[in-house]
């Protein structure tokens, strides 16, 4: 069948996040239960659990690489729910005064619903999670949570401290998280078939990536907004071999290699400006299910973006920058912000002698001038006078993710002023 590429490539960016969504179930579902050992009988099993928590021990660092653009600041917590059964139950611990939230995503990457510091409050209590088809009675005490499709995508995040006092407190609560089913109060952990190797995060292959999809589809409705998607799909899967694989290497391609305009000034971009639905924005929705996938809603935290400099000129290693937040002029959150290094060619943490991924408010030691403003260096050698404010860039291409947990009002209508990314001159630098 002639399909011009211009309707392949659109097949592609809208089909894009359902089959990422699953790669990441397949690359971060557990394959072995705490209680009932792996799911199909070995570690080489193509069978994971589901409806299972798995818990992060530990910070993230360069040699994790499931997950593309991941936070160095909390512990995640995360499991993949299958509804298909009926409703289910979420336990939750008491966090103290923690910041904590759970992001429910659906198959197309919506962040639908949160439970959280912000949303739920930090005392313990019961989500009640069903699909799109249940009707019944939730139960009295219980948080509602109605999900669109049958497969749901839980990411938590719970703020630590890097010692080990702290994480130590943080994995006595992660083991109070459980899941049962609603019909009988029973631990809820059950199989499914993977499907793929969710670890290759390279171009998939045609035939894998139809298939994927097409399982994907059938259980997870193509959202509201997008009526569009099922007829190009049915007219992308009759093209040519050929002509469909080359649709995928160009968009994925793309979507890595496509740098983000500075639409906040300064070298900063806001990507993701959603709360809890992508609605008709499917480029950006695919970009950031290739680049940022699990990201949550502006309300929860704000992604800004910088890709290039306060000039245009996009971020390289082979040069040294400064960010400058004058005083009163920091973040204004109400948990904590951060500032994460990537390198562009795989959008993962970047490795460095003093094992520095992040830098903000949190970090110890911290140096503010006088007056109370904050300067931060990104570079690939250390300075020869001060490195506490450093934050290690490689030698390569790089992005910059600013993270605000819990932004206020001024972030969330865009009116704060971000300051400059700005490239020293050779005469500024010490210490290369």
């Known amino acids: 069948m002639n399909l011009s590429n211009r309707n392949l490539h659109q097949a592609v960016t809208r089909t894009l996040p359902l089959f990422e969504m699953m790669r990441m179930r397949a690359a971060t579902a557990p394959r072995k239960?705490?209680?009932?050992?792996?799911?199909?009988?070995?570690?080489?099993?193509?069978?994971?659990?589901?409806?299972?928590?798995?818990?992060?021990?530990?910070?993230?660092?360069?040699?994790?690489?499931?997950?593309?653009?991941?936070?160095?600041?909390?512990?995640?917590?995360?499991?993949?729910l299958d509804l298909s059964e009926g409703p289910l139950v979420i336990h939750v611990p008491?966090?103290?005064?923690?910041?904590w939230t759970l992001g429910f995503l659906d198959m197309w990457t919506n962040p639908f619903a949160?439970?959280?510091?912000?949303?739920?409050?930090?005392?313990?209590?019961?989500?009640?999670?069903?699909?799109?088809?249940?009707?019944?009675?939730?139960?009295?005490?219980m948080i509602e949570i109605t999900a669109p499709g049958t497969d749901v995508w839980i990411i938590g995040r719970i703020l630590v401290s890097p010692d080990e006092t702290d994480l130590a407190e943080v994995a006595c609560l992660q083991k109070q998280f459980s899941i049962v089913r609603a019909s009988d109060g029973q631990p809820a952990a059950r199989t499914f078939v993977a499907g793929m190797n969710g670890r290759k995060t390279d171009t998939p292959e045609t035939a894998q990536y139809k298939a994927v999809v097409d399982s994907a589809w059938t259980r997870n409705h193509s959202p509201r907004d997008d009526t569009i998607a099922l007829p190009l799909w049915s007219k992308a899967c009759q093209a040519r071999l050929a002509d469909f694989q080359q649709a995928l290497v160009d968009v994925c391609q793309e979507l890595r290699d496509d740098t983000q305009s500075s639409d906040q000034g300064g070298g900063w971009s806001l990507p993701v400006t959603i709360c809890t639905d992508w609605e008709e924005q499917f480029d950006l929705r695919a970009r950031v299910a290739r680049n940022m996938i699990g990201a949550l809603g502006i309300e929860e935290a704000m992604y800004l973006v910088a890709e290039v400099d306060a000039q245009g000129n996009a971020l390289d290693g082979q040069f040294c920058y400064e960010l400058y937040f004058p005083p009163g002029k920091a973040p204004q959150v109400d948990a904590f912000w951060s500032l994460t290094m990537y390198r562009k060619t795989d959008c993962l943490l970047v490795d460095n002698p003093i094992d520095r991924y992040s830098i903000g408010d949190r970090t110890p030691g911290l140096r503010w001038d006088s007056e109370g403003g904050l300067r931060l260096t990104m570079r690939h050698s250390k300075p020869a006078d001060d490195a506490v404010n450093w934050l290690p860039a490689p030698r390569e291409s790089f992005y910059l993710t600013l993270r605000l947990y819990q932004p206020r009002q001024t972030h969330l209508e865009c009116s704060f002023n971000y300051p400059a990314l700005t490239r020293l001159e050779p005469q500024a630098i010490n210490g290369i």
């Open 114 to 141: 949160y439970a959280g510091r912000r949303t739920t409050g930090n005392h313990a209590q019961r989500l009640f999670v069903h699909g799109p088809q249940w009707q019944g009675i939730v139960p009295e005490g």
């Open 33 to 80: 239960h705490p209680v009932h050992g792996f799911a199909g009988g070995d570690p080489d099993s193509g069978l994971r659990w589901a409806n299972t928590f798995t818990h992060s021990k530990r910070l993230l660092t360069p040699s994790d690489r499931e997950v593309v653009t991941p936070n160095n600041d909390t512990l995640y917590t995360n499991t993949w």
């Open 94 to 99: 008491a966090m103290g005064e923690r910041y």
